[in-house]
């Protein structure tokens, strides 16, 4: 069908920079929304990042300034760009795409989430 796949996850100090990549992959005829969301350990997952397919952005107040989300529509692939992370940014990541894809019958909009990378921002 459709599957998401994250990469960049990891270990990084206060005040560093990682950037997360996200593949989407499958029968995609064309992705309406991509973005990224956490959940930290005891916390509800939240909204991080979202890009819709004109590239209209959408930041939490959390990580506004700070992050940057951004696509390459040739690869279906969307980046979280992540500078002067906290140790608040600690989560699980998880990619996100709303997607029009091809049942092998006809076309449908569905929601997929990839598995989720680590990240942890700690000293």
């Known amino acids: 069908q459709v599957q998401l796949v994250e990469s960049g996850g990891g270990l990084v100090q206060p005040g560093g920079s990682l950037r997360l990549s996200c593949a989407a992959s499958g029968s995609i005829f064309s992705i309406n929304v991509m973005g990224w969301y956490r959940q930290a350990p005891g916390k509800q997952r939240e909204l991080v990042a979202t890009?819709?397919?004109?590239?209209?952005?959408n930041y939490a107040d959390s990580v506004k300034g700070r992050f940057t989300i951004s696509r390459d529509n040739t690869k279906n692939t969307v980046y979280l760009q992540r500078n002067s992370l906290k140790p608040e940014d600690t989560a699980v990541y998880y990619c996100y795409a709303n997607i029009k894809y091809y049942s092998g019958v006809y076309y449908k909009n569905g929601d997929f989430w990839g598995q989720g990378t680590q990240v942890t921002v700690s000293s």
């Open positions: 890009i819709t397919n004109g590239g209209s952005t």
